[in-house]
């Protein structure tokens, strides 16, 4: 598998957490950085958060910062956004990236 497969989404409340997983294809001695992103419908595709290939540094749109944090298990292949603080307005489709290749994407739906 080549493509990264995003889970973790579902429906959830306005100020709750999800943590979405990525799980990225293959091992590989030569790990890449991770992107995140989300789309609404209508919307343009959204730039949310970025790790580094060992984890050790990550960075955040203001959109979703201090609310949301990304982080990598190398181990496993697979690569974590967590989310909390939800809003309505957070509902999206959300994607991983690694390098050009995107996964399919997982929603997630806040609502009351």
């Known amino acids: 598998q080549l493509q990264p497969v995003e889970s973790g989404g579902g429906l959830v409340q306005p100020g709750e957490s999800l943590t979405l997983s990525c799980t990225l294809p293959g091992a590989s001695l030569d790990y890449s950085a991770i992107g995140w992103f989300r789309q609404a419908p209508g919307k343009e595709r959204e730039w949310l958060a970025t790790?580094?290939?060992?984890?050790?540094?990550?960075n955040y749109a203001d959109s979703v910062k201090g609310r949301f944090t990304a982080s990598r298990d190398n181990a496993k292949n697979i690569a974590y956004l967590q989310m909390s603080s939800l809003k309505s307005e957070d509902t999206a489709v959300y994607y991983c990236?690694?390098?050009?290749?995107w996964g399919q994407g997982t929603q997630v739906i806040v609502s009351s």
């Open positions: 790790i580094t290939p060992t984890g050790a540094f990550t």
């Open positions: 990236k690694q390098r050009t290749i």
